[in-house]
């Protein structure tokens, strides 16, 4: 049932519908998409989330983002290896190849997936000099070892196949574990890394590498979306704010994911209830049809850029930069010492974008 106080706002638009909700930051009631409708829907129709998330809707979102946000900013970074005319770059780029179950380096000009997860205190197998050989032979690929990978990755492994694409990158199997130069390479240039994924999935869900990616498999979510008819072939649906849902998790509360969350161009975020596609325009979901409408800005879930930190040219670089400390000494991280590398991406990307201003005031 809805219940809502005197005096909620209602909205109405001729092109994006009819919604109202208690505050900015509650649930909307929609109307819910019909079969009807489909093809015309308004931007404020609602769509109803299953138990089980439709690969197909998240390929269409990627391929919507790639094809209508070619001029805003939403295109992977291309230089992310360091070469003769670039040699600010990575000096190496692993991925797991999802198809032949590899762990290789990345061939010229890769299409890659990244993870944004929590290690938590859960055991992860890891990338070694002693491991390292495993991975090149297949030792992925064998049945008997799949239960030494942490569900959430190998959760990933299964939606990159699932949606068409071949490579991922996963800090613990990508990154030489005990090999202090790589390590020290792969945390500079974590700007790099997540910024040249053509897609980050966020796993927001749960508290450690355990925990999946809820909707991916069949009872590993708890839809909370209501549905409620109120007349005849007329029924209305919830619809949740995706910073709502993510604000309690204890992701956001992670100094490591803090970067993650903030570098990366496009981002598939699994909350426990429902996905979320987020690109430096628009925030799209399960719930929602604004997809629709893919160069429109959501008033209801808002765009995907509101951190100036990431648009440039930055118009107050300052204000970003300091934003950005607020929010990062809000997070908790294992060890203090931690610090300086979990914002070791985000400090060099306002270098690597000229943003002078940030460290002449700060030096001040």
């Known amino acids: 049932m809805f219940t809502f106080t005197q005096g909620s706002p209602i909205s109405w638009n001729p092109t994006k519908g009819f919604h109202f909700s208690d505050t900015n930051d509650s649930e909307r009631v929609v109307f819910l998409q019909s079969a009807q409708s489909a093809a015309t829907h308004p931007a404020w129709m609602g769509r109803s989330v299953q138990p089980i998330i439709d690969p197909a809707l998240i390929k269409k979102w ?4 790639e094809e209508s946000h070619k001029d805003r900013q939403c295109c992977p970074e291309k230089h992310i290896l360091a070469t003769k005319d670039h040699p600010s770059g990575l000096k190496t780029l692993r991925v797991i190849d999802v198809v032949d179950r590899l762990i290789i380096t990345a061939p ?17 197998l890891l990338l070694t000099s002693h491991t390292k050989t495993w991975f090149a032979n297949g030792f992925l690929s064998q049945d008997i070892y799949q239960e030494l990978i942490p569900r959430t990755i ?47 999935i966020i796993a927001a869900s749960g508290t450690d590498n355990n925990a999946g990616l809820p909707g ?19 029924i209305m649906a919830t619809a949740s704010p995706l910073y709502r849902l993510l604000k309690d998790t204890r992701y956001m509360s992670r100094g490591w994911t803090c970067q993650e969350l903030l570098l990366s161009r496009r981002c598939l975020i699994f909350t426990p209830s429902q996905v979320f596609f987020r690109c430096r325009v628009s925030i799209w979901s399960e719930d929602t049809c604004f997809d629709a409408f893919p160069r429109s800005t959501n008033p209801h879930t808002g765009g995907g850029a509101e951190h100036t930190l990431l648009v440039s040219p930055n118009p107050k670089p300052y204000t970003s930069y300091v934003f950005t400390l607020y929010e ?22 306002l270098v690597m974008v000229r943003v002078e201003r940030v460290y002449e005031r700060v030096d001040a």
């Open 62 to 65: 990627l391929f919507t983002c």
């Open 154 to 200: 190998r959760d990933a492994m299964t939606l990159v196949s699932t949606i068409g694409e071949r490579y991922l990158w996963v800090d613990s199997l990508c990154l030489m574990q005990d090999d202090a130069a790589d390590m020290a390479d792969g945390i500079k240039h974590m700007d790099l890394i997540y910024q040249g994924a053509i897609l980050t």
């Open 108 to 124: 010229p000009s890769c299409r890659y997936v990244a993870l944004s997860y929590q290690w938590g205190q859960g055991k992860s």
């Open 328 to 349: 990062f000494n809000n997070r908790d991280l294992s060890h203090e010492s931690d610090a300086q590398d979990a914002m070791a991406g985000i400090l060099r990307h």
């Open 216 to 234: 991916l498999h069949p009872r590993t979510r708890q839809v909370t979306q209501i549905l409620a008819q109120v007349k005849p072939g007329v």
